[in-house]
């Protein structure tokens, strides 16, 4: 086993992960300080960098004809900014106390040690796998990393069967499920909830179940999975719940992703609640003076219900990554937290949510009234109007903004990011209601059906 010293004068800064966060940050840290001044070494276990597994869906379903299309910053790319990155690398363990990494080569298997003066923790979040016979079978795929993606893409393509089972009803799950509709496979989808997409209430989760169904998508809810079932040659050929089996090629986990962090629990790092790495700020590991973490292996603030969240998106990990490459480069930054914010489409319906469900705000404790309305997308006379469900939560008494979900046709989801903007800056539905927002016949109706959600929100408080 070798060991890695670091070059007179410079100090060594140390990259786990060469995704969003990680690579994020030994860019912003590299923009601060010259290769003379901090060398930066990264090391990633897969065979790419810097990609949009957020795009992963659209890929698999054709949307996107390249995988390439999804890489931001090649690992050539990084490798001329004079970050010396190291791809098929995996790290087998954080020594805190002596300040360095131990590395095994993928491929060889060669293990070597690397000293650091400063660690960046991006380890990501890795896909549920239940517990239960075949999980691990040829044919169960879950889908995170461009490594997973190829080999579902490979898995299709020497599959004769069209039948696809997606385990799970999250945002995932979802777009897998319209991913190989679009493939020409017969989808059905087992989902443990009542309705589908249970980062929103049971009620909007409704009209997704439908736009889902109207798709050809076979919905089997308030289902557990108990079992994969294989072959003769030991491939999956159907998963199992308590009542039924269905005939599955190929199946897909949608059940969600954990906080890849047990390299940090094995080092002794503070985790939280939901397993996540816990960081000040600043992004700084707390306790930490030299250790930073950030994207899907951390936990964030909830500016909303002031607890700890695990939140794997992209657009945080990309901002914790300008925070910590700012801080590591010697400057000043924070990340002050987030509001729940997620956007998702099935076919044509657009899917929005921010802030607090109904069960988020009863769990902290919080006094609500919630309000649904139908709207349309544009003023009504004007061609191409859709329909469009508001659905808003404000507390009692105080009409502060807790929480909005959106769901319609084209022009509904990112109109949740005005309620994004509100909740942020902790507004009242009633402060909410003279929002001098961008208004034209082709954009909105004279009311935007934000706003109209507010009116109807303040009369409630009002009378709360």
């Not at 980062?199 to 439908?210: N, Q």
């Not at 603030?301 to 700012?326: E, F, M, Y």
């Not at 930054?333 to 998702?344: E, N």
Request: aromatic share 4%; glycine share 12%; charged share 25%.
């Amino acid at each position: 086993m070798s060991m890695s010293g670091k070059g007179h004068g410079a100090e060594r800064l140390v990259v786990i992960g060469g995704d969003a966060a990680g690579m994020s940050a030994a860019s912003q840290a590299r923009r601060m300080r010259g290769p003379g001044e901090l060398e930066i070494v990264a090391f990633e276990r897969g065979h790419f960098t810097s990609y949009s597994a957020c795009g992963i869906p659209y890929w698999v379903g054709g949307d996107v004809t390249e995988r390439d299309r999804l890489i931001a910053r090649t690992p050539e790319e990084h490798r001329a900014r004079d970050i010396d990155l190291r791809l098929r690398t995996e790290v087998m363990e954080i020594d805190a106390g002596r300040g360095r990494v131990r590395t095994r080569d993928v491929d060889s298997g060669a293990e070597s040690w690397t000293s650091y003066d400063k660690l960046v923790i991006a380890t990501g979040a890795r896909p549920i796998r239940p517990d239960m016979p075949g999980a691990d079978a040829p044919g169960v795929h879950g889908v995170q990393t461009l490594d997973d993606g190829q080999a579902l893409l490979d898995t299709l393509a020497r599959t004769r069967g069209r039948r696809a089972v997606v385990v799970g009803a999250g945002y995932i799950g979802v777009e897998m499920a319209e991913a190989l509709i679009n493939r020409g496979y017969e989808v059905t989808v087992v989902n443990r909830g009542s309705e589908p997409m249970a980062t929103l209430d049971p009620d909007m989760g409704r009209l997704v179940h439908e736009a889902m169904e109207g798709l050809g998508i076979t919905m089997i809810d308030d289902a557990e999975v108990t079992k994969v079932l294989t072959g003769d040659d030991g491939r999956v050929r159907a998963v199992a719940t308590e009542e039924a089996e269905y005939p599955a090629d190929v199946v897909v986990l949608g059940i969600g992703v954990r906080p890849e962090t047990a390299l940090a629990a094995a080092a002794g790092l503070p985790l939280g609640t939901h397993r996540g790495l816990l960081t000040d700020l600043a992004m700084r590991v707390r306790g930490h003076e030299n250790i930073w973490a950030g994207g899907d292996c951390v936990e964030v603030l909830d500016l909303v219900s002031g607890q700890q969240r695990h939140i794997a998106l992209g657009t945080h990990a990309n901002k914790h990554g300008q925070v910590i490459g700012t801080n590591v480069g010697g400057g000043y930054a924070t990340f002050p937290g987030v509001v729940g914010t997620a956007v998702s489409k099935v076919c044509n319906l657009e899917i929005a949510r921010t802030g607090l469900r109904e069960k988020d705000a009863r769990r902290v404790g919080l006094q609500f009234v919630t309000v649904t309305v139908e709207s349309t997308s544009r003023a009504g006379y004007y061609p191409g109007a859709s329909p469009m469900t508001v659905k808003m939560l404000a507390e009692r008494r105080t009409g502060r903004l807790l929480g909005v979900q959106i769901v319609g046709r084209e022009g509904a989801a990112k109109r949740v990011d005005i309620a994004a903007v509100a909740l942020t800056a902790g507004m009242t539905v009633e402060q909410m209601t003279a929002l001098d927002l961008g208004y034209a016949p082709p954009f909105s109706p004279v009311w935007d059906p934000v706003l109209v959600a507010a009116r109807k929100a303040v009369s409630k408080v009002r009378a709360s």
